[in-house]
């Protein structure tokens, strides 16, 4: 197949990811992330999540040799949730290993009461509201992976603890990822996102569980000058909830390794991201808007040990 080819088939597959994508229920462990991946549109089953690899697809804990460091922070949907993010993926030969935690916490929670608390309700007495607070998610997650020559399986597991006002909750869920390198061009993922199903323990006794999901993914890269790099990848997604959602897909330009650029799509989102690497060091921005939910900010720092 002609580069020309190629190029038209992965655009044209974007292009219906663009027009067509449709609201999905989000990953509350995985919002944000890296600059690269969230300007992609947040692709998880493939891409470079490095440090974060136990917050994506844990199959790609061995996508780089060296032992990666990531961080990063920012502000989802116009200051709705303020995120932070840390993690570290240590590849090997055959197995590697990664660890990852996530703090997600926002406020507004209105707090109501009684206009006269000892007085029954009335139109005179009507609720109203005295104080917002705050709520949050924290997480771990573990994961490892072993590799076969150009086949990775991994496996996540991830340990969560919510609070919101009134109510506290602890929980668990267990992921799986595959990652297949077609050629040094195409590579292919897929997560199988809560197949323990996603089990919170309230403490008022009440159990919720969330619905395991899955998400395929593609992507292919392609040197377009001596020293430019392009890549296209787009990710389907299917819930037992939410049924069928085709929802990220992104662009990314890379000039020399060292400047990078990626315009994308997230729930029929708009998302960008770029980033700089200086010596063993990567330096990255993102953002998005979303047309009910608002802007989002991102920054990131990854840091690879020598090999």
């Not at 549109?41 to 994506?56: F, K, M, P, T, Y």
């Not at 935690?101 to 009335?122: C, K, M």
């Not at 392609?222 to 997604?237: M, P, Q, R």
Request: glycine content about 12%; aromatic content about 10%.
């Amino acid at each position: 197949m002609k580069f020309s080819t190629k190029v038209a088939s992965v655009l044209l597959m974007l292009t219906a990811a663009l027009l067509f994508a449709e609201p999905y229920q989000s990953d509350e462990f995985a919002l944000s992330g890296l600059a690269l991946p969230a300007g992609m549109g947040g692709i998880r089953s493939v891409g470079e999540w490095d440090g974060l690899a136990a917050l994506a697809n844990p199959a790609s804990i061995n996508h780089n040799e060296a032992i990666a460091i990531a961080v990063t922070g920012g502000t989802q949907w116009s200051g709705l949730i303020d995120i932070a993010q840390i993690g570290i993926a240590l590849p090997g030969e055959n197995i590697g290993y990664a660890a990852a935690v996530s703090f997600n916490v926002g406020d507004g929670i209105p707090i109501t009461q009684l206009q006269y608390p000892d007085e029954p309700l009335s139109d005179d007495n009507r609720p109203i509201i005295t104080e917002f607070k705050t709520h949050h998610t924290i997480s771990g997650a573990l994961a490892v992976a072993k590799r076969w020559h150009k086949l990775a399986i991994g496996v996540s597991a991830k340990v969560v603890h919510k609070k919101i006002p009134a109510l506290s909750a602890i929980g668990f869920s267990v992921s799986a990822g595959v990652l297949y390198e077609l050629s040094s061009e195409i590579q292919i993922g897929t997560i199988a996102h809560d197949i323990s199903t996603y089990q919170l323990f309230w403490d008022d006794n009440t159990r919720e569980t969330g619905m395991p999901s899955l998400s395929i993914g593609g992507t292919y890269r392609t040197d377009v000058l001596s020293k430019l790099t392009l890549g296209f990848s787009a990710e389907g997604n299917y819930g037992i909830d939410e049924k069928l959602g085709f929802l990220r897909a992104g662009v990314c330009a890379t000039y020399a390794g060292i400047v990078s650029f990626a315009l994308g799509t997230e729930d029929g989102a708009f998302r960008t991201g770029a980033e700089v690497n200086i010596s063993r060091y990567a330096i990255g921005a993102s953002g998005g808007y979303h047309s009910s939910l608002g802007e989002t900010y991102n920054v990131s720092l990854k840091y690879s040990f020598s090999q």
